[in-house]
C-alpha cells in the first residue's frame, strides 16, 4: 500500500524510476544501473546471482526485477519471494506498445500514474512525428545493426523493438527476414551488403574504425561511403520510453536531410 524502500534491479527500470522522480526511494540497484546512472553510493547487487540475504537486510517495500535476471531458467530472487519480500517481475518487452505498458506498471506500483501518463504523451508525440517523416520514405536504406561485434555478429530480426524503431524511422532491417535476436556470419552480412552499419558495441575502443577496417568488408556499400555510425548503446537497448531518443539518433544518422528538423539527443555528447 506504501512504498518508500525500492531495488531497482534492471538498469531499463532504474531509468524509468528516475524518469518519475521517485529516484530518492532507490535503497539499491544492479550493478549496471549504478554504473550508467551514478548511482554508485547506493548498494549494488549482481543482477544475474544476487545476495538475496544482504537484499533482504535492507527491508526493501518493493524489488523490481527483469525477465533478464531469469534467461537462465531460474529465478535468482526465489529465496526474497519465500520470505514474503514483494518483487515484481516485468518480462523483457519486445515492442514499444509493451514498453508504455511497462511504464504505466512501473508507475503504478510507485504511486506515479500522473507524471506517467504525461511522459507517456510526450513520448508517443515523438514517436508519431518520427514515424510521420518515415512514412513518407521511398528509397529505404538497408541496415545491419551490430550488438556484437565480429566475428560473432549478433543483430536483431523481426520480433524485436530494434526492428520495430527502424521500421518507424523508414529504414529496412537486413535481417527482418528472421525471428528474434541471432548470430550471423560475416559472411551473410557482407552478402546482404547494408548500406548503413549502426553499431551498439560499447567494448572496443573503436567501433567505428573497427568495421571500416574489417577485412573482406571493403566493397561492402556502407564502408565504401562511410555510413558506419556508432549509436548510443543504452538508447536503443534498454527497454523504456529512452528509445524514442535512440530512434532520433539513428533518423538522423541514416536520413540527416530527413531529419533535419528533428533534433539529436546526444549531438553534444557527440561535440564533446
Known amino acids: 500500500e506504501e512504498v518508500n524502500a525500492v531495488i531497482s534491479m534492471a538498469p531499463s527500470i532504474t531509468q524509468t524510476l528516475l524518469d518519475l522522480g521517485v529516484g530518492g526511494k532507490l535503497v539499491a540497484v544492479d550493478t549496471y544501473s549504478a554504473m550508467y546512472f551514478g548511482l554508485e553510493d547506493l548498494p549494488t547487487f549482481d543482477m544475474m546471482e544476487p545476495d538475496t540475504e544482504q537484499m533482504a537486510v535492507l527491508d526493501a517495500d518493493l524489488v523490481f526485477t527483469s525477465g533478464m535476471s531469469a534467461s537462465t531458467g531460474t529465478d535468482p530472487f526465489q529465496p526474497l519471494r519465500d520470505i514474503g519480500v ?7 518487452s519486445e515492442s514499444l506498445d509493451a514498453m508504455l505498458e511497462d511504464t504505466r506498471f512501473i508507475a503504478a506500483c510507485m504511486g506515479e500514474q500522473e507524471t506517467c501518463e504525461d511522459l507517456i504523451a510526450q513520448a508517443q508525440a515523438e514517436i508519431d512525428a518520427l514515424s510521420a517523416i518515415g512514412s513518407g520514405i521511398t528509397e529505404r536504406k538497408r541496415v545491419l545493426v551490430e550488438i556484437a561485434s565480429a566475428p560473432d555478429i549478433y543483430t536483431a530480426g523481426a520480433g524485436t523493438f530494434l526492428q520495430e524503431m527502424l521500421t518507424i524511422i523508414g529504414a529496412e532491417n537486413i535481417f527482418g527476414d528472421q525471428e528474434g535476436y541471432l548470430s550471423v556470419t560475416e559472411e551473410a552480412a557482407v552478402s546482404l551488403n547494408p548500406d548503413v552499419i549502426l553499431t551498439m558495441v560499447d567494448y572496443v575502443d573503436d567501433p567505428v574504425g573497427e568495421i571500416l577496417g574489417r577485412t573482406g568488408w571493403e566493397n561492402v556499400t556502407a564502408v565504401l561511403n562511410g555510413a558506419v555510425y556508432e549509436v548510443n548503446t543504452n538508447a536503443v537497448s534498454l527497454p523504456n520510453l529512452h528509445v524514442v531518443d535512440g530512434m532520433k ?7 540527416p536531410e530527413a531529419y533535419a528538423d528533428i533534433e539529436d539527443p546526444f549531438a553534444q555528447d557527440a561535440a564533446a
Open 86 to 92: 514483494c518483487v515484481a517481475d516485468i518480462p523483457s
Open 249 to 255: 539518433q539513428m533518423a538522423k544518422l541514416i536520413y
